[in-house]
């Protein structure tokens, strides 16, 4: 699900005013796009590529590797089944508040035809200094830099703050994978946590969770197994339960999806979960410095 | 939305699903008049949320005089928070077994997920620990649907007898409903066997998700609307998320996670937020109307605005904001952070329109809104 810059990326609702907008900004950054999907302007140019009435159509010209979304909520199902059906590798379902039966049927088609689903309501991944997919601001050097760090988050606006802080605090990131803000998302916490810790280029994690769901309890499991240091900010600590904040998944209800639940998980696991967001590059420098001095010794052993 | 018993089981019974005889009342009076017409009734407090039975809420009565005895002691409680308006006088029936039956959103397998146990009355969690032997789950493809042969499945191996052949037909109808509603949940619990080996729900809980109310417009007004303040209905009608808490620092910013994150700096600085407000996504232009709303809160003594944009533009924020601050001319002082998309022009324009110089550490802006409300 890491961005590369061979990806050939196709933009369902590409002449809308946001799909234009964004997929100027991927072309700036380097992300290579290779069409659109618009049925009513098949067959016309936009943004110097060319647009395709479905999504298999772009695939019989050409083909993509991913589809990025721009599409409203009534609309994303048709859309995003249409992509999946043309052999899309991955799908970056940016859109917010789909009904959740037809997510479930995104889902359904994405698990028979092999396709990885990144959201629903992701603002998209970004590789910096090669490429971007959705609405981050992975132009921006004070945000995003090439680098070591990979970045998971459910939240668009507090992962572009913790990517912030930890360019900052001198670390660039290998990747930011958003996952999305929804009760039922296609790529989840411990999935993105699995292609991080397989990633070469990258060193050290930081894991933006939320409260809602169990998905970080999940990705516990894979933080005990890894060599690679995590750093963890869970939002949502102050809330009050029974409420959504915003995104649909983070509710507590009951002894679901709390706070403590999900800090003491990752603890447990090793991971350093700190109280404010300004804390991670500090707890990502103990932490890389213990793990240096631990590859040091083990080099001085062998 | 949720819906209570009564608008729950009207959704069932529209589908076609047959649910006990009952009448929604109001009054002791009313309670009285329904037992008459049905005979010995239950009478149940109608508020969207569980745990009405452990809080005194349920009572059978046998006759006219208990139902409006009962429904006397019940309407006024309170039950998790939602004051009992109305009560459900229903006919009591002849219970020969209790079944759990439910039908639900699994985030998990990314599926609809049937349940059922033959523990039917106790909470599906205690079952699920104490008697897991009892409960069965099956995820389904919402493609291909749940049939005959799936509920049939589903039950193999449990001690049913007569009530296999109702039971079965009910899980189907149970999925029909849900998949006809955008249920997030519908969970039937007790649903009994009678004497007379009809299968019947004796309550029924029932979550349509939000986001399809758009398809579900002739169920929508039997769901139990979310007790607004005054405030969070101004909200809902400027279409932002604003959640009114009991603190006195303000906060606006952008996107759920972060407006989150601002609350939780907020306390972890010894502060109170006053608010959740998000202006993310689309409603990043509705500035003005948001910082209105923020500061419509009389608990309010100062104001972090946290800005971090990547859709959302600090600019176009910021400029909101400012022209609001400007219309309104509020007392309290106010702090602000802003990054992101923007951000130069936005930082730009505070520090000449406002005369105030945004701070660079996000927690440094909050430590000093918090200093400032005490």
New interface residues.
């Given amino acids: 699900m890491i961005v590369r810059k061979s990806d050939r990326v196709l933009v369902q609702g590409i002449t809308g005013k946001q799909g234009t907008f964004w997929t100027e900004q991927m072309q700036a950054y380097g992300t290579t796009v290779v069409g659109g999907v618009n049925p009513k302007k098949a067959g016309q140019n936009h943004c110097g590529v060319p647009i395709f009435a479905t999504a298999k159509e772009a695939m019989a010209n050409g083909g993509f590797d991913v589809s990025v979304m721009f599409i409203p909520p009534a609309a994303a199902k048709a859309a995003a089944i249409d992509a999946i059906e043309a052999g899309a590798k991955t799908v970056v379902c940016l859109t917010e508040h789909i009904p959740s039966h037809d997510v479930m049927e995104m889902h359904a088609a994405a698990a028979e035809h092999g396709t990885r689903i990144i959201g629903p309501n992701t603002a998209g991944i970004v590789t910096p200094g090669e490429g971007f997919v959705g609405i981050m601001p992975a132009f921006n050097p004070r945000i995003f830099q090439p680098g070591r760090v990979g970045v998971i988050s459910r939240s668009g606006s507090l992962g572009t703050l913790v990517c912030l802080n930890l360019v900052r605090g001198g670390h660039g990131q290998s990747a930011f994978l958003g996952i999305g803000g929804d009760p039922m998302i296609g790529t989840t916490t411990k999935d993105a946590l699995a292609a991080l810790i397989d990633d070469p280029g990258t060193d050290a994690i930081a894991l933006v969770g939320e409260i809602g769901g169990s998905m970080e309890e999940e990705a516990a499991e894979l933080v005990a197994k890894t060599d690679k240091p995590v750093v963890s900010f869970i939002a949502g600590r102050a809330s009050p339960p029974g409420k959504k904040m915003g995104h649909a998944g983070a509710i507590v209800t009951g002894d679901r999806g709390s706070y403590a639940s999900k800090r003491g998980a990752l603890e447990r696991a090793g991971a350093v979960v700190v109280d404010v967001p300004g804390d991670l590059p500090a707890a990502l420098d103990a932490l890389m410095a213990e793990a240096a001095k631990r590859s040091g010794a083990q080099r001085l052993a062998d | 939305m949720n819906f209570e018993e009564h608008a729950g089981k009207s959704v069932l019974n529209r589908a076609g699903v047959s649910v006990p005889q009952g009448r929604l009342c109001a009054s002791a009076q009313e309670a009285e008049a329904a037992a008459r017409a049905i005979g010995p009734v239950v009478v149940k407090a109608q508020v969207p949320t569980g745990k009405r039975g452990k809080s005194g809420g349920v009572k059978l009565a046998a006759t006219p005089e208990e139902a409006s005895a009962a429904a006397q002691a019940i309407l006024g409680m309170e039950i998790g928070g939602f004051p009992v308006a109305r009560v459900l006088v229903e006919e009591q029936a002849a219970i020969a077994r209790e079944f759990y039956a439910a039908v639900l959103?699994d985030?998990a397998s990314?599926?609809?997920l049937v349940l059922f146990s033959t523990e039917g009355g106790m909470d599906i969690e205690e079952v699920a620990a104490t008697r897991p032997e009892s409960l069965r789950r099956m995820a389904v493809?919402?493609?291909k649907g749940f049939g005959p042969a799936d509920a049939r499945r589903l039950l193999l191996g449990l001690d049913l007898g007569e009530a296999a052949v109702p039971v079965a037909g009910m899980l189907v109808d149970l999925y029909r409903v849900y998949?006809l509603h955008?249920a997030?949940l519908l969970e039937i619990n007790p649903l009994a066997l009678l004497a007379n080996g009809r299968v019947v729900p004796l309550d029924c809980k029932l979550t349509v998700?939000?986001?399809?109310l758009?398809?579900q417009a002739d169920i929508a007004e039997l769901g139990a609307r979310e007790p607004l303040s005054a405030l969070e209905e101004r909200g809902r009608a400027l279409d932002l998320?604003y959640?009114e808490?009991e603190g006195n620092v303000g906060v606006l910013?952008?996107?759920?996670?972060?407006?989150?994150?601002t609350?939780?700096?907020?306390?972890?600085a010894g502060g109170r937020?006053s608010n959740?407000l998000?202006i993310?996504?689309e409603a990043y232009t509705k500035g003005t109307e948001a910082l209105d709303l923020v500061l419509s809160n009389p608990g309010v003594k100062s104001l972090v605005v946290n800005f971090?944009?990547?859709?959302?533009r600090t600019d176009v924020m910021a400029g909101g904001v400012i022209q609001a601050w400007k219309t309104l001319n509020p007392t309290i002082p106010v702090f602000f952070s802003i990054?992101?998309?923007g951000?130069d022009e936005a930082v730009r324009m505070v520090r000449e329109e406002l005369g105030i110089e945004p701070y660079d550490?996000?927690?440094d802006a909050i430590s000093a809104a918090v200093e400032a409300a005490r």
């Fill in positions: 959103n985030p990314r599926s609809p493809d919402i493609r998949r955008d997030e998700d939000d986001s399809a758009y398809r998320k959640i808490l910013a952008n996107g759920a996670g972060l407006t989150m994150t609350m939780d700096v907020v306390s972890h937020p959740f998000e993310g996504g971090c944009g990547a859709f959302a990054h992101g998309t951000e550490r996000m927690e």
